[in-house]
């Protein structure tokens, strides 16, 4: 088990640090959501009252916290860090009192998920400062995932597969998509997991919308079935799994697209090394589809990263020149969708290693018939 102490280390605050001056940004504004979370390891609640974690580029960090979450803020990993919290009163103007404290910074860098309503007062009461991405410092930390952060991805493969593995247990002809979704979710939730992200189980031609999640469509004997499930752990890390079933014999327009799409994802996790292109691992997908004539029919990029979100950078996408290095973790995703037919997908996170890929799921990747 990776403890919080190895997942968020108080030397990455140090790091954040250094990267803030770096970039010439006077200081970071970090609210709650996964920016926050990466960082200190505290999962705030987003609220209407100001959490915010600031970082400043010299000076010492400190973290702004409503009074009745203090408590919640203290038992949080942000404790190991050393910060100050700041602990502001129902009559306080939280924003007034960061903005006094920065002075006048030329720039600030703000989460990149943080809510309209907080960076809108933060340009109140910073009027000349530029605001920014705080993504400009954290992507490059983000991506390059530690040791324990490899081990707490492997971990929520597990954790997934483990639901995979009873999926075919809950698919029959007969039952509705929502009832087999919730049975996964339930499953997500006894194999470990915090919370359950998505529950996608799209039948026939549900298949064929790649984020269709569930409906009260009843599923029919000889249909594959699209499962597509993924949750975050305890310990802040996410998973992600894609797998397509069929109820019964496949239809006899399926099994070829299906045979192409399982090499095609194949020759992208075999591509996967140090060194490559992004972007040349989603050709490797796609190259292999076009030749078997269902390129038209891959409609979305082969895959994102994944850590504290499940879609984060890097992007494996047609046009992304940037080049893999170790710790890089990401989907593997390739899929086809026939319109008004049916759909599949077959997907894998996958860790850049030393020499190659490091798969995280190992459930089959045939064709699984129930």
Same mark, same amino acid.
């Given at each position: 088990?990776?403890?919080?102490?190895?997942?968020?280390?108080?030397?990455?605050?140090?790091?954040?640090?250094?990267?803030?001056?770096?970039?010439?940004?006077?200081?970071?504004?970090?609210?709650?959501?996964?920016?926050?979370?990466?960082?200190?390891?505290?999962?705030?609640?987003?609220?209407?009252?100001?959490?915010?974690?600031?970082?400043?580029?010299?000076?010492?960090?400190?973290?702004?916290?409503? =009074?009745?979450? *203090? !408590?919640? &803020?203290?038992?949080?990993? %942000?404790? #190991?860090?050393?910060? @100050?919290?700041?602990?502001?009163?129902?009559?306080?103007?939280?924003?007034?009192?960061?903005?006094?404290?920065?002075?006048?910074?030329?720039?600030?860098?703000?989460?990149?998920?943080?809510?309209?309503?907080?960076?809108?007062?933060? =340009?109140?009461? *910073? !009027?000349? &400062?530029?605001?920014?991405? %705080?993504? #400009?410092?954290?992507? @490059?930390?983000?991506?390059?995932?530690?040791?324990?952060?490899?081990?707490?991805?492997?971990?929520?493969?597990?954790?997934?597969?483990?639901?995979?593995?009873?999926?075919?247990?809950?698919?029959?002809?007969?039952?509705?998509?929502?009832?087999?979704?919730?049975?996964? &979710?339930?499953?997500?939730? %006894?194999?470990?997991?915090?919370?359950?992200?998505?529950?996608?189980?799209?039948?026939?031609?549900?298949?064929?919308?790649?984020?269709?999640?569930?409906?009260?469509?009843?599923?029919?004997?000889?249909?594959?079935?699209?499962?597509?499930?993924?949750?975050?752990?305890?310990?802040?890390?996410?998973?992600?799994?894609?797998?397509?079933?069929?109820?019964?014999?496949?239809?006899?327009?399926?099994?070829?697209?299906?045979?192409?799409?399982?090499?095609?994802?194949?020759?992208?996790?075999?591509?996967?090394?140090?060194?490559?292109?992004?972007?040349?691992?989603?050709?490797?997908?796609?190259?292999?589809?076009?030749?078997?004539?269902?390129?038209?029919?891959?409609?979305?990029?082969?895959?994102?990263?994944?850590?504290?979100?499940?879609?984060?950078?890097?992007?494996?996408?047609?046009?992304?020149?940037?080049?893999?290095?170790?710790?890089?973790?990401?989907?593997?995703?390739?899929?086809?969708?026939?319109?008004?037919?049916?759909?599949?997908?077959?997907?894998?996170?996958?860790?850049?290693?030393?020499?190659?890929?490091?798969?995280?799921?190992?459930?089959?990747?045939?064709?699984?018939?129930?």
């Amino acid at each position: 088990m990776t403890s919080s102490e190895d997942l968020y280390p108080v030397s990455r605050l140090a790091a954040v640090q250094e990267a803030t001056a770096k970039a010439g940004i006077d200081a970071l504004l970090l609210t709650p959501g996964p920016d926050l979370r990466y960082v200190s390891g505290y999962d705030a609640k987003p609220l209407e009252r100001l959490t915010c974690l600031v970082v400043p580029a010299s000076g010492e960090p400190y973290m702004m916290v409503p =009074r009745l979450e *203090l !408590p919640a &803020a203290q038992a949080s990993p %942000a404790s #190991r860090l050393g910060l @100050e919290f700041v602990a502001w009163d129902e009559t306080d103007d939280p924003y007034r009192i960061a903005a006094d404290r920065l002075g006048r910074p030329a720039t600030v860098g703000l989460a990149d998920r943080m809510w309209a309503m907080a960076s809108l007062r933060f =340009r109140e009461v *910073l !009027p000349d &400062a530029e605001q920014v991405l %705080a993504g #400009r410092v954290l992507r @490059e930390l983000r991506m390059r995932k530690s040791p324990a952060e490899v081990a707490a991805l492997r971990q929520a493969g597990e954790a997934i597969d483990a639901v995979h593995r009873q999926v075919p247990g809950f698919l029959r002809a007969g039952r509705t998509e929502r009832e087999v979704g919730r049975d996964i &979710a339930e499953a997500i939730l %006894a194999a470990g997991h915090a919370t359950v992200d998505f529950v996608i189980v799209a039948s026939g031609p549900n298949g064929a919308s790649p984020h269709h999640e569930v409906s009260d469509r009843v599923i029919q004997a000889g249909e594959p079935v699209v499962v597509d499930i993924g949750g975050q752990l305890h310990n802040g890390y996410c998973s992600d799994s894609t797998r397509t079933y069929c109820v019964g014999e496949p239809p006899a327009d399926f099994t070829a697209p299906y045979e192409a799409l399982r090499r095609a994802q194949e020759a992208a996790c075999a591509a996967v090394r140090p060194g490559v292109t992004c972007e040349s691992i989603d050709a490797a997908a796609r190259d292999v589809l076009t030749e078997a004539g269902y390129g038209e029919y891959f409609i979305h990029r082969t895959g994102h990263g994944i850590g504290v979100e499940t879609h984060e950078e890097p992007y494996i996408v047609a046009g992304n020149t940037e080049l893999m290095e170790p710790g890089f973790a990401f989907s593997v995703e390739p899929g086809f969708y026939l319109p008004g037919r049916h759909g599949a997908r077959i997907e894998d996170i996958v860790v850049c290693g030393d020499d190659g890929p490091i798969r995280l799921n190992d459930t089959p990747r045939t064709l699984v018939i129930v």
